[in-house]
């Protein structure tokens, strides 16, 4: 299998990269991972080479366009090498793509490449689905999805496939679906050596990530009752100065601690400590992993509510804001927890660890197989060079009106609600 990223930046897409590399690498396979844009964390570019072997398009381009290769435009413009293609994707009969720039890139490869079949991995919502400008680029980005073979389309949460099958096709509700998964640990960790009312978060600080401001904004009734309480948040990203700003609004300077990235290497030994976790994506699903009391984080929500902890998850539905489903607040998820000590936060970490079983990536990567092994039975519709010239020219535009402040919705697609 090949895979295309878009960028091996510190975010979940990434270390499920690396998650999925060293499960193939332990069942003696070994995929290829093709990186579109030049933009790399070297601590996962590491990571990933040990387990897969790793390629950036640019290689496989001449010395001219190579220079675009941190533009968003570079799948568009890129002079791609037949052969070196050829060579590059070999005998694999299958390309996963992660995101819209790679799906351009794969449909394109696939005129190379005949019979190579593309599957699309939906790890946003609205990656794909989202509200923009009418325009010939966002008609063939819905055109496209909407008749994919629905076998080639993979989902992580039933609420995606549901909201998929709605707006493109209604055949996408058969469509797969695959837990997100994380390696599951044997043991917990040692639930002694914590600290009393910690609560950590992990993740990049972006719009759609709302729980990190909620959690700043109830802390000052929480310190009325749990004065040593502590709120420390992992990540940087477009957010960071709002989320400083509503800090300081609300004198938590000594409560709220922003700490930058997290080595991805540290993550146990770092969230072990905290009495609860509060996150979304994997990183929560990591956290529960090792018998840490993890609250789930609603993405574009406005309420300071939750689904509960991980051990109240119903099927792979954790992340996704769903009208009318059940929620707590958290307020008096972290009063409950907090109330009942050393005893209740260990009763809840084993609960949590074993709600996250169902999410074990072996199960993720049997389905990748099941898909992997299916004949190519795709009609397939290859971008002319016509069409190309118009999706280049059509997201120039939406690139204008952003740098415009005419209208950003393509960019901030996945704050969408």
Known sequence: MVVIANTLVPNGGTTFLVRMAREYQQRSKKIKIIVLYDNFSAEHLNDLTKYADVFFIKDFTSNFFSYFSKSQLFPFII?????????????????????????????????????????????????????????????????????????????????????????????????????????????????????????????????????????????????????????????AGEELNKIKDLITSLNLSNYVILKGILDYNKFDEIVSKAHVFIGNGTAVLEAANIGVPSITGIESCELAVSYGFVSDIDGFDYNEYVPNKKTFEFKSLLNNLFQGGDSERERVGALCKAGVKKFDISNTINGFDEINAMKNSEELGFISRTALARLFLSFLFIGILDVLKIDSRFKFRRNQG
Do not use: C
């Not at 696939?110 to 599957?119: D, L, R, Y």
């Not at 509200?131 to 389309?153: A, H, M, V």
């Not at 600290?195 to 990530?209: A, D, E, Y």
């Not at 000052?220 to 990540?235: A, N, T, V």
């Open 79 to 235: 002079n791609l090498k037949n052969e070196k293609i050829k060579q590059l994707v070999g005998n694999e009969n299958t390309i996963h793509v992660m995101g819209i720039f790679g799906f351009i890139l794969a449909k394109r490869i696939q005129k190379i490449i005949p019979a190579v079949k593309i599957t699309v991995g939906v790890y946003h919502q609205n990656e794909f689905m989202y509200k923009s400008i009418k325009g010939f680029f966002n008609k063939w980005i819905f055109d496209e999805i909407s008749k994919l073979n629905y076998n080639y389309l993979i989902f992580f949460n039933n609420s995606m496939r549901l909201a998929y099958g709605d707006y493109f096709n209604e055949v996408f509700l058969d469509a797969p679906l695959l837990p997100i998964g994380i390696p599951l640990k044997k043991e917990l960790v040692t639930q002694k050596e914590y600290t009393p009312q910690l609560i950590i978060s992990v993740g990049n600080l972006v719009g759609f990530k709302t729980y990190n401001k909620h959690i700043i904004g109830i802390l000052p009734e929480i310190l009325k009752m749990y004065p040593d309480i502590q709120y420390h948040i992992y990540g």
